[in-house]
């Protein structure tokens, strides 16, 4: 079955970093477009990065140039480079994939996020 399971969620402070992780298991990363959103209490999920399969990237605009997303397929993970962290980044962190050339989508449990003094 296919399981994503994010890790690497945790309290920081504001301007610090964080790196997420996304395993990636009962399937073949290297079919799959890859992304990351997120969601806090009250607000609709939001789009925050996104890989596809040629290694090309895209951006959520409240993240631009502070987030970095990469992929190791050979590992069969995805990673989330978080820099110059704010409150508002405060929420819950969801590994997406995309299985290439349909529209089946997976999802892991999700990582909590709390930037704070």
């Known amino acids: 079955q296919v399981q994503f399971v994010e890790s690497g969620g945790g309290l920081v402070q504001p301007g610090g970093s964080l790196r997420l992780s996304c395993a990636a298991s009962?399937?073949?990363?290297?079919?799959?477009?890859m992304g990351w959103f997120r969601q806090s209490p009250g607000y609709p999920r939001e789009f925050v990065a996104r890989?596809?399969?040629?290694?090309?990237?895209d951006y959520g605009e409240s993240v631009k140039g502070r987030f970095a997303i990469s992929r190791d397929d050979a590992k069969n993970m995805v990673y989330l480079q978080m820099n110059n962290l704010s409150p508002d980044d405060t929420a819950t962190y969801y590994c997406n994939g995309i299985l290439s050339g349909t529209t089946l989508d997976f999802w892991g449990q999700g990582t909590q996020v709390t930037v704070s003094t």
């Open positions: 890989i596809h399969l040629n290694g090309a990237t």
């Open positions: 009962g399937m073949s990363l290297s079919r799959f477009s």
